[in-house]
């Protein structure tokens, strides 16, 4: 089955950019078969959809964060990433990588990685 | 961006049946069965309970269940047990291929 688990600083400088990667196993991210996604959690607080990436470089982000956002996809390392620029304390958060599949109906996030706090701070 | 509304809080006591809603609009929620449902216990991972409205992943407890009326979804939970107090969170996929996520609701288990 699908795993996956985010790596990166879990401290960064307001201001620079936030960079995570989420490393796959169990599935081809060139597959076909899923949507790579982020979602944040800032502490004690509810859950926010950051964005996904297809295995062709297709992206969709929320229009709230599109454009201090950006990411990529790596297939030979079976890893996909995040970039948020110019970040600020309202960044701090548990970050999650996660599935999304889609049906003919819908689409919804199925497996998540385990989730990484970054906090902003200096 | 598509708004969903829930409430912030319900309760149960063990082995009564509680319901959550998810409110949208007539342009998102009330046309489309995009809905699917999370459940976030203390200090774990979401995990995905109900899909596509009304579909349950394979695992999921039977006494969980979804349905819609109008520009609600609904998330109701039979037969409530200790082990269902956690964060509840509807997800709409909405018509710009986005999701947006309500402001989820706990559920405490009296």
């Known amino acids: 089955q699908v795993q996956l688990q985010e790596s990166g600083p879990g401290l960064v400088k307001p201001s620079e950019t936030l960079s995570l990667t989420c490393t796959v196993s169990?599935?081809?991210?060139?597959?076909?078969?899923?949507?790579w996604s982020w979602i944040r959690q800032p502490p004690g607080k509810g859950l926010e959809w950051i964005g996904y990436?297809?295995?062709?470089?297709?992206?969709n982000y929320n229009p709230s964060l599109k454009s201090r956002l950006t990411m990529s996809v790596d297939t030979s390392k079976n890893q996909f990433s995040l970039n948020l620029s110019s970040v600020t304390g309202a960044d701090t958060a548990v970050y999650y990588c996660?599935?999304?599949?889609?049906?003919?109906?819908?689409?919804?996030?199925?497996?998540w990685g385990q989730g990484t706090l970054v906090t902003v701070s200096s | 961006q598509s708004a969903l509304t829930q409430p912030p809080s319900v309760s149960g006591s063990p082995g009564q049946s509680v319901t959550i809603s998810c409110t949208g609009t007539?342009?998102?929620?009330?046309?489309?069965?995009?809905v699917s449902w999370y459940q976030q216990t203390p200090g774990t991972v979401p995990k995905l309970i109900i899909y596509?409205?009304?579909n349950r992943p394979s695992g999921v407890p039977d006494r969980f269940s979804g349905s819609k009326s109008g520009n609600t979804a609904s998330l109701t939970i039979s037969g409530l047990q200790a082990e269902d107090e956690a964060d509840y969170y509807c997800?709409?996929?909405?018509?710009?291929?986005?999701?947006?996520f309500g402001g989820g609701t706990k559920l405490t288990v009296l």
């Open positions: 996660a599935t999304m599949q889609c049906s003919s109906i819908s689409c919804y996030l199925g497996r």
């Open positions: 169990g599935a081809s991210v060139s597959s076909g078969s899923y949507y």
């Open positions: 990436i297809y295995y062709t470089g297709s992206t």
């Open positions: 007539s342009s998102d929620v009330g046309i489309y069965n995009r």
């Open positions: 596509e409205v009304s």
């Open positions: 997800t709409l996929y909405t018509s710009s291929s986005t999701l947006v």
